[in-house]
């Protein structure tokens, strides 16, 4: 008698061959979507929507793209602030991984700004930052000044092919210790510490509690919820709405056209559509050639912000020597579900707050790896996060 698996895997298979056979007439066409990555450096005419036209491409949770800018009228100040109705209250009930994600932003348009001959004035929650929830006050405010000097910054130049792997990564390359200590050479003492694992003992422990992280997530109906709201299938809705979690290109638009892919099949934790997606994130996880995690003293917003940098300035030093990673954020997360493979991770790393062997909070767990290079993520378009100065 055929297993229910064995149906699910039979049934996922033919829709994916459909899906691939149907390719020619379902690829996605996702140029719209990923229009601010050839629009950087095209000259704006504004020294600030220049440096801004990179930062739109800096990583953030979910794809939420949470800034929002408020120019001066002087042209040389502007106002960074969240966009409240982009925050993920289910996955990250304190705000911590959307301030990463404006931490990335601001150093993206520092280095930006770098090349063309400013220094950047930022003054970070000027009025004071919220917490456990961010609110309308302006996260920072950053004034450009003109300075010859101003280092120009190498890992500029890899902000255009800096990609999420979301693919398996090559199990017969190792990532070699020299390569992670070259990742750890670009933090700034304030960016926060990296420290990583690349033997079989700790890679192995840590594709674990990943794993359960993972299913945790999956499993806990507020983050799974919220997941599924901002799932975005086939070119169509992507280009409408490029943020979120994208699932695009010939299988998915297979998947999609058949009804076996949708939002509603994916909510019901049998369907074919859900037992694939866990199944596709442990294949990630598993084929993990190494571990790296960045840490910061304190846990405040400033931290958060400055964790940000940190973690943009690792994944552009990666970038720049062909080395793949994606982040595993599931574990370091605070909701309840969580609780106790976010103690695990913690115990595991050695940094704890406030009372454990070290003082400290983990900011980011990501996996390294050799894959191939995906194409670049959605972006909306730069115009779209402009606001009026008194808004
Ligand atoms: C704080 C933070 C947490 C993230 N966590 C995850 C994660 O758990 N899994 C994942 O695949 N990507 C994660 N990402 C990556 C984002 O999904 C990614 O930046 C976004 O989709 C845009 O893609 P790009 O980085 O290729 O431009 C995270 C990014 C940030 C800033």
């Known amino acids: 008698m055929a297993t229910r698996r064995a149906i699910l895997w039979t049934g996922v298979g033919g829709v994916a061959l459909m899906g691939a056979g149907l390719g020619a007439l379902l690829h996605s066409d996702l140029s719209e979507a990923r229009a601010p990555w050839r629009a950087v450096g095209a000259g704006f005419g504004d020294k600030r929507l220049d440096a801004l036209s990179y930062a739109v ?52 348009m520092r280095q930006a700004a770098a090349e063309q001959g400013y220094a950047l004035e930022v003054d970070a929650f000027p009025q004071g930052a919220a917490a456990p929830r961010l609110d309308q006050r302006p996260v920072a ?20 092919a800096r990609r999420t792997s979301r693919v398996p990564f090559d199990q017969g390359r190792p990532v070699s210790a020299d390569i992670l200590k070259a990742l750890d050479s670009v933090l700034r003492p304030e960016d926060g510490e990296f420290e990583w694992a690349n033997d079989a003992e700790n890679i192995s422990e840590l594709k674990r509690i990943c794993r359960d992280g993972w299913i945790a997530e999956v499993g806990a109906p507020g983050p799974h919820r919220e997941s599924m709201r901002l799932t975005r299938i086939g070119e169509k809705e992507i280009n409408a709405a490029p943020d979120g979690i994208s699932l695009a290109g010939p299988v998915m638009e297979g998947l999609h056209f058949a009804g076996v892919l949708t ?3 994916m ?28 840490s910061t003293a304190g846990n405040s917003r400033t931290d958060q912000l400055r964790a940000g940098a940190g973690w943009v300035r690792l994944h552009l030093a990666a970038t720049q020597r062909g080395l793949s990673m994606q982040p595993l954020s599931q574990v370091l997360q605070e909701f309840s579900e969580m609780a106790e493979y976010y103690e695990e991770i913690h115990d595991f790393t050695g940094i704890r707050a406030p009372q454990g062997p070290r003082d400290g909070r983990l900011q980011g767990l990501f996996r390294f790896g050799y894959g191939a290079t995906p194409a670049p993520a959605p972006r909306w378009p730069l115009e779209t996060r402009l606001i009026a100065a008194d808004a």
């Open 141 to 160: 405010t950053v004034r450009f000044v003109k300075d010859a000097s101003a280092a120009k910054d190498p890992l500029f130049a890899h902000i255009p």
């Open 57 to 108: 491409l800096a990583p953030s949770p979910h794809n939420m793209q949470p800034w929002l800018i408020a120019l001066d009228d002087d042209d040389n100040a502007l106002t960074l602030y969240c966009d409240l109705d982009r925050r993920l209250p289910e996955t990250d009930p304190q705000d911590r991984q959307i301030v990463i994600g404006l931490g990335a932003f601001l150093e993206i």
């Open 263 to 265: 939002r509603e099949k």
């Open 267 to 294: 909510s019901d934790p049998d369907s074919v559509a859900n037992v694939e997606t866990i199944n596709f994130y442990n294949g990630l996880i598993d084929s993990a050639m190494a571990f790296g995690w960045l």
